[in-house]
Every structure is written in structure tokens, then in C-alpha cells.
T-cell receptor, first 114, second 116 residues
Framework: DTAVSQTPKYLVTQMGNDKSIKCEQN?????MYWYKQDSKKFLKIMFS???????INETVPNRFSPKSPDKAHLNLHINSLELGDSAVYFC?????????????FGDGTRLSIL | AQTVTQSQPEMSVQEAETVTLSCTYD???????LFWYKQPPSRQMILVIR??????QNATENRFSVNFQKAAKSFSLKISDSQLGDTAMYFC?????????????FGKGTHLIIQP
């Protein structure tokens, strides 16, 4: 059973297009996250949601819009894709917002902008 | 702001050797947790070990252990009897100032290569 699943695993698209990445977790967690991993493998938090409410938005361009229809889902929609958006995007979840809870990650979505 | 520093971009050791990956961090918090994550070539992010700052005893998980020095803000990972499957990127991570809900702050990672 996959705990945190993201779709698609790979996404290749043209500059200027709009795309979405879906994330679902079946762990019963109430906090979910999006991270971006750049070409140098650096991981940076983008958004976190707790019980469907936005907690943080780390200076991410407003072309990125997360949406949480329920606690188990956190989708990421990206408008007007740019070359610099090429990266691996990870979804993660954890139990509550406590700092002692480890985060469980999806397998990542590699986004390539042509 | 919290910062996490991993000063070794890449390390290479022979199979069965012991290797230590370093991590230092900066925080004004008193009670917190620290994590090591592993990212093999498959791209998965796998929790290796976590340490509670108020516990003096260093955490261990089978061949993985930490050397936690709270005063020095140092959190190194020791891998004993290294195996080929340990080849991966290793990231030290620290919860944000608002606790876990702020997400994790990661170091830049250490690429560990285990040679046969």
C-alpha cells in the first residue's frame, strides 16, 4: 500500500503551459506539504497545509496554487510554466504539526519544461 | 532563521567501512527534533533516524547512529559496516520555527558512495 502517492511521476511540457500534480496520502495525517528539489538536489519547502488550511507559503510565485479538497489530498497547480520551474516536486505528509513527527514523502514528480 | 549546514558535498568509502556525515545547525529553540533522510538513486526520501534534543542519549537504528552535541549544535550520522545499498544522498533536516507544520529545513546534502 502506497502511503503518499503523487501523479504523474514524470511531466514534460512546453513553456507557458498550465499543469497540475496530484498528491494523496492514506496515512490519516492532517498536515501535508509541497517541496521543490532543484538540479543541485537542494530541497526547499513551498507550502504546508494543516486540516485543509494553508499554514505557510514560502515566497513561491503566485503562478503556483496549492489546493486541498480534503485532508488526504493536496494538489499543486502551476500556471504559465517557466524554464526555472524544471525540478522534482515532492509531496509529503505528517501527523499534526508537531516538530517530532517525521514526514512521509511521495516518490516525487520530475517536471521538465522545454 | 533556522539554518542547516552539511559541509561534505561528497564522500566515498569502501564497503564494510564506517563513515560519518556531518551536520551543524542554528536555532534559538530549546526543544526540537532533528532528522536524517536518505535519497537513493530511485529518488525516494526515506527517514533514516531522528533525535530529540532534550534526550542526552544518542539515537541508534541498527547500523545507523547519531552523535548529537547540543551545545555545539552538531548532529552527525555514523553508518557502520557500510553496504552498497547505502549509496545515496543524505540530508540533515530540522523543523521550521513554527514546528513541523512549517515544513523541514534541509541541508544541501552529502552524496555518499560505497565502493565494492
Amino acid at each position: 500500500d502506497t502511503a503518499v502517492s503523487q501523479t504523474p511521476k514524470y511531466l514534460v511540457t512546453q513553456m507557458g503551459n498550465d499543469k497540475s500534480i496530484k498528491c494523496e496520502q492514506n496515512l490519516g495525517h492532517d498536515t501535508m506539504y509541497w517541496y521543490k528539489q532543484d538540479s543541485k538536489k537542494f530541497l526547499k519547502i513551498m507550502f504546508s497545509y494543516n486540516n485543509k488550511e494553508l499554514i505557510i507559503n514560502e515566497t513561491v510565485p503566485n503562478r503556483f496554487s496549492p489546493k486541498s479538497p480534503d485532508k488526504a489530498h493536496l494538489n499543486l497547480h502551476i500556471n504559465s510554466l517557466e524554464l526555472g520551474d524544471s525540478a522534482v516536486y515532492f509531496c509529503a505528509s505528517s501527523r499534526g504539526g508537531a516538530s517530532n513527527q517525521p514526514q512521509h514523502f511521495g516518490d516525487g514528480t520530475r517536471l521538465s519544461i522545454l | 532563521a533556522q539554518t542547516v549546514t552539511q559541509s561534505q558535498p561528497e564522500m566515498s568509502v569502501q564497503e564494510a567501512e564506517t563513515v560519518t556525515l556531518s551536520c551543524t545547525y542554528d536555532t534559538s529553540e530549546n526543544n526540537y527534533y532533528l532528522f536524517w533522510y536518505k535519497q537513493p538513486p530511485s529518488r525516494q526520501m526515506i527517514l533514516v533516524i531522528r533525535q530529540e534534543a532534550y534526550k542526552q542519549q544518542n539515537a541508534t537504528e541498527n547500523r545507523f547512529s547519531v552523535n548529537f552535541q547540543k551545545a555545539a549544535k552538531s548532529f552527525s550520522l555514523k553508518i557502520s559496516d557500510s553496504q552498497l545499498g547505502d549509496t545515496a544522498m543524505y540530508f540533515c533536516a530540522f523543523p521550521g520555527a513554527g514546528g513541523g507544520a512549517d515544513g523541514l529545513t534541509f541541508g544541501k546534502g552529502t552524496h555518499l558512495i560505497i565502493q565494492p
